[in-house]
């Protein structure tokens, strides 16, 4: 990863245009492609970002990410870099879930069928290199879908999913890869988000995966 502190304007040029004004800002440059330019608020929310596949040209005070397969582009002025600074993450080992979402991630895989008729299990964990999709299965027709197993779903998770189809969707012998979002609980935002990624929601009953019967549904 690398961390730049500098003063910029950033201009985005592609199916929208923007304009970021001369400020100091962060700009993150990851070993998966990503670059973000982020600000000190926002929380974790960058300001503009460039998804992989892309690559990052520096021609003196003019930096641009081009994006490989759209060609969109983040056009950095440089005014002054204050910190450039890189190091070496290695491999993430992930996300270690709670004790429910771990049981519920084994539950759905020993119970794949609760998804569809015909669906088979092709792997828990399946490893990439931003770390592991929970599930990785295959519908009735053979095709591969990715399943994101979360307590509770907010949008952080769906972000997480649409990371990993995207790398998931570069793989031939995988593409094309679709998600589901799946949790006990999913917050009304991260449904519209799903819903705009292409990305199904599902509704986990930990109860009735672990096969337990609860006493107000005997009547």
């Known amino acids: 990863?690398?961390?730049?502190?500098?003063?910029?304007?950033?201009?985005?040029?592609?199916?929208l245009t923007a304009h970021l004004p001369m400020a100091t800002r962060l700009i993150l440059i990851k070993a998966d492609g990503s670059v973000s330019i982020h600000a000190d608020d926002r929380a974790f929310?960058?300001?503009?970002w460039m998804?992989?596949?892309?690559?990052?040209?520096?021609?003196?005070?003019?930096?641009?990410?081009?994006h490989g397969k759209t060609g969109e582009r983040l056009i950095l002025t440089v005014e002054e870099v204050v910190h450039?600074?890189?190091?070496?993450?290695?491999?993430?080992p992930g996300?270690?879930?709670?004790?429910?979402?771990?049981?519920?991630?084994?539950?759905?895989?020993?119970n794949i069928g609760t998804l569809g008729q015909g669906w088979s299990l092709v792997r828990r964990e399946y490893p990439t290199a931003i770390?592991?999709?929970d599930i990785l299965c295959r519908d009735e027709a053979g095709a591969t879908v990715a399943v994101e197993i979360k307590r509770r779903g907010e949008i952080d998770g769906v972000e997480q999913l649409t990371r990993y189809l995207e790398l998931l969707n570069r793989d031939p012998l995988l593409a094309p890869?679709?998600?589901?979002?799946?949790?006990?609980e999913i917050k009304p935002q991260a449904r519209v988000l799903a819903g705009d990624r292409?990305?199904?929601?599902?509704?986990?009953?930990?109860?009735?995966?672990?096969?337990?019967?609860?006493?107000?549904?005997?009547?």
């Not at 292409?198 to 009547?219: H, N, P």
């Open 131 to 133: 770390g592991p999709v």
């Open 177 to 184: 890869v679709r998600g589901i979002f799946a949790a006990q």
């Open 84 to 92: 450039d600074f890189s190091h070496e993450l290695g491999v993430d």
């Open 1 to 15: 990863m690398r961390l730049v502190i500098a003063r910029c304007s950033v201009d985005y040029v592609g199916r």
């Open 45 to 48: 929310k960058p300001l503009n």
């Open 51 to 66: 998804n992989p596949p892309c690559k990052l040209k520096e021609d003196g005070d003019t930096w641009t990410v081009t």
């Open 198 to 219: 292409g990305i199904s929601c599902v509704t986990l009953d930990y109860e009735a995966l672990r096969g337990i019967v609860r006493e107000d549904t005997l009547f």
């Open 95 to 110: 996300l270690r879930k709670d004790g429910v979402e771990a049981h519920l991630q084994e539950l759905l895989a020993d």
